[in-house]
């Protein structure tokens, strides 16, 4: 097969349709599993945590973060910031705290980002909100030792837009210090040419300023301290690995510390639902790039 380009739309829209690729279900019962496993998850993360819900960071009404904090709050702690998925239009933070119990319980906080999704959001606008949200929490607790983007799907464009922020616009050196971004879209434009694009809407224009792998800066001192791992499932289509590949080689060339993985047995879906679990392989890369820093 060619590149994106010389496909016919039926097969970009099947690459692009991450649910027609699970090697455990049918497409339908895929995304049903996924949203029961990560609202039972992020039930029983806010029975057994001290949470903070809806904490605005912004004045829009989609603005608005989950924190799940470590009950030892009187040294300096690592955050674990989640950006969650769902194509830039659908799920939410409220179904996305499944992946704080086995971190928070090793004293790091985890937070959740809500952010207005599509049609509501648009692409920039969503950009900006994730922005924000890093600058509010930095200025909110003075004791993080680290900040540590993790995001998935969606979540994982968004999370490496923050890696290509000129964060001196914003006031704050927020001291990201670790990535993890899973199964993401790091080019839009074939994003334009599917059916996800009727309600975000972007032209050429937006969906190029908001390409993570056509932003990647050289990476500054400060970068060069961030650690950051592009993880694909084994069972993402043939575009997501194409995606995942390239915004990897796109860091590793502009001398950014990256690895990549692709992790065996796993679809779209429980690549992040197993984050719940404290033994999964991203759960204890995040632990260990937290313990490297």
Known sequence: MGTW???PREELEKQYSPSRWSHRMGQDAVIEAHVKE???GTLRAQATIQTLLHIP???G???RLDIYLPTDLSGDFPLVLYIHGGYWQFLSKEVSGFAAL???TQGVAVVVVGYDVAPKGHMDMMVEQVRRSVVFIVQQYSQISGVYLCGHSAGAHLAAMMLSTDWEDYGVTPAIKGAVLVSGVYDLEPITHTY???LLRMNGEVAQRNSPVLCVTAAKPAAKACEVLVAVAQHDSPEFHRQSQEYFQALRSADWMVSFLDVAGTDHFDIIEKLSQRDYILTQVILNMISRA
């Open 57 to 59: 960071y912004g004045g």
């Open 196 to 198: 996800v694009n009727n």
């Open 38 to 40: 990560m609202t039972e």
């Open 61 to 63: 009404d989609g603005e």
């Open 5 to 7: 380009r010389e496909m």
């Open 102 to 104: 086995p971190l928070v």
